[in-house]
Nanobody
Framework: QGQLVESGGGLVQPGGSLRLSCATS????????MGWYRQAPGKQRELVASITTTGSTNYADSVKGRFTISRDNAKKTVYLQMNSLKPEDTAVYYC?????????WGQGTQVTVSS
């Protein structure tokens, strides 16, 4: 509980940008692969992007070239920079930290892309 603290969601027009933040503890940040998932109404939760402790990244095809995941070692925070947002990006976005068998989730933050 409370291991991952998210912020940065909101309402944005199509073509706009948002940055999501996920702050965590030093232990989790240094050991766990961090990622962002999203879940739209009526759909399954899906991986958006992930980043390992060494900085290797992975993106869903639907966001490649538009979203960037990054880590700030000093702040123990993972970011998801979202550019050229589309209405289909509308969802609740969840931060995730994974290192088998541990798996942590943030509380979720709503992102709505609408004119």
């Amino acid at each position: 509980q409370g291991q991952l603290v998210e912020s940065g969601g909101g309402l944005v027009q199509p073509g706009g940008s948002l940055r999501l933040s996920c702050a965590t503890s030093e232990n989790i940040f240094n050991l766990y692969t961090m990622g962002w998932y999203r879940q739209a109404p009526g759909k399954q939760r899906e991986l958006v992007a992930s980043i390992t402790t060494t900085g290797s990244t992975n993106y869903a095809d639907s966001v490649k070239g538009r979203f960037t995941i990054s880590r700030d070692n000093a702040k123990k925070t993972v970011y998801l920079q979202m550019n050229s947002l589309k209405p289909e990006d509308t969802a609740v976005y969840y931060c995730n930290a994974h290192l088998f068998p541990g798996n942590y989730w943030g509380q979720g933050t709503q992102v709505t892309v609408s004119s």
